[in-house]
């Protein structure tokens, strides 16, 4: 086991239960294979962290059955099922759960970020000291990590409208008693402008949400 570990969160693909944002402008069927192809790109990049002294996690929801999503996954992925019933409540036991495997920092981030890239979760490693954030366009964020000592329930498991425009404020409203690490701000994948803009700003890395984004321009027009 290596000190360190990264989970990725993401729901199941499933048509109209998935990216539901995104449906005023894509069917249900659409908005599933964005999600589906943010998920190949992840997997394919995120792989790489194995070989850098980093343990990789998949965390999924129950909105279906995983059988497809789970065979795609590399090997390098360890998988297990999301516990609670708010966001809030799901990120702070895949955290815990982790954690409790005895590693000295852990780090979970959302599955809708293109332009994640590994260096970016390597840097949130050597950054953090007790927690590190990174921050969403949408005023949310899309990585939150702490090392061992750090217990992140009193964050995650309250009323706070996950979601919502001030999710990152009011976090750190409640993290000033500790050292927190904010990195780059990025953009995620919610509405059919992200999608509009993302074509404009896209890495290469990203292979099959590029082709995507290609092959159905004229959805997007």
Known sequence: MNKYAYILFTRVPVPYKVKTRLQTLLT??????????MLQDSFLKFAELNNRGIDLYLAYSDEGDPSNLLAELPKSFSAFSQVGHTIGERM?????????????????????????????????????????????????????????????????????????????????????????????QLQDVDFPSDLKEMRHDLKE???????WLTENRGLLE
């Open 92 to 184: 702070n036991h895949a955290i815990q759960f982790v954690r409790a495997k005895g590693y000295e920092k852990v780090i979970l981030t959302g599955s809708d970020i293109p332009n994640l890239t590994t260096e970016i979760i390597i840097s949130a490693f050597d950054q953090m000291k007790e927690v590190v954030l990174g921050p969403s366009q949408d005023g949310g964020y899309y990585l939150v990590g702490c090392t061992r000592a750090i217990d992140l329930t009193p964050i995650f498991e309250t009323t706070m409208a996950w979601g919502k425009s001030k999710v990152l404020t009011e976090t750190l409203k409640r993290l000033t008693d500790f050292n927190v690490a904010l990195l780059d």
């Open 205 to 211: 890395e990203n292979y099959y949400f590029k082709r």
């Open 28 to 37: 249900g069927e659409e908005a599933c294979q964005v999600q589906l192809q």
